[in-house]
């Protein structure tokens, strides 16, 4: 299965700022997918990032607030804008590694002060 | 929306003890229902369950789908600190997305 790198592993930052989250996928894959986990919530897909394509959000994410890139098919970003201490939660990448597997990143912990 | 939810919220046992954590769904298109364990921040994959009534099994754990009622449990047998985690089921719509539901937290007393 895809070994996913996630970084950074945590973060602490002011509110207004914004953080750039990076995963590395080590084998290329279609989609990959970036999930927010706020304290004590289960996982909430964020959007679906495509290489060579916009990023498709899903209802109640923007992309001025959650920024995505894919420059390719190993290498995706997503970014947390104008933050808030609403923001503080685990961020997760995630892809598909067969047929029904998902692999995730190692997460990001975010807390917004 | 698509609802998963699963039951009990939190659950503490004793090592030793067998558990059974439910995941129940409102909808049936779906392609596949997966169990996860997390237990810091990364979900590690346990089971994907495609068809009703076959039971999937691994080590100390097994998980059964039941379509027609729709649900699925996860049983622990057997239980060990180390399986203290969240458990989390997930739908996966055949889009690739996948639903989570809303976690089971199991603390495992020694």
């Known amino acids: 299965s895809a070994v996913i790198s996630q970084k950074p592993s945590r973060d602490i930052c002011q509110r207004g700022t914004s953080l750039t989250i990076q995963c590395q996928v080590d084998?290329?894959?279609?989609?990959m997918f970036w999930y927010r986990q706020q304290p004590g919530q289960s996982l909430t897909l964020i959007a679906t990032?495509?290489?060579?394509?916009?990023?498709?959000?899903e209802s109640g994410f923007v992309i001025d607030k959650f920024p995505i890139s894919r420059p390719n098919l190993t290498f995706s970003t997503l970014t947390v804008s104008n933050m808030s201490p609403e923001d503080s939660s685990i961020y997760l990448c995630?892809?598909?590694?067969?047929?029904?597997?998902?692999?995730f990143g190692s997460g990001t912990r975010l807390t917004v002060v | 929306e698509d609802k998963v939810v699963q039951s009990p919220l939190s659950l503490v046992v004793h090592e030793g003890d067998t558990v059974t954590l439910n995941c129940s769904y409102e909808?049936?298109?779906?392609?596949?229902l997966l169990w996860y364990k997390q237990e810091k921040k990364a979900p590690t994959f346990l089971f994907m369950l495609t068809s009703s009534g076959i039971e999937k099994k691994s080590g100390r754990l097994s998980s059964i789908l039941d379509k027609k009622e729709l649900f699925s449990i996860l049983n622990i047998t057997a239980t060990q600190t180390g399986d203290s985690a969240v458990y989390l089921c997930a739908l996966n719509f055949g889009n690739e997305k996948l639903t989570f539901g809303t976690g089971t937290r199991l603390t495992i007393i020694p």
């Open positions: 084998s290329q894959v279609t989609m």
């Open positions: 909808v049936t298109n779906f392609r596949s």
């Open positions: 995630s892809v598909q590694t067969g047929p029904g597997g998902y692999t």
């Open positions: 990032a495509n290489q060579g394509s916009e990023a498709t959000y």
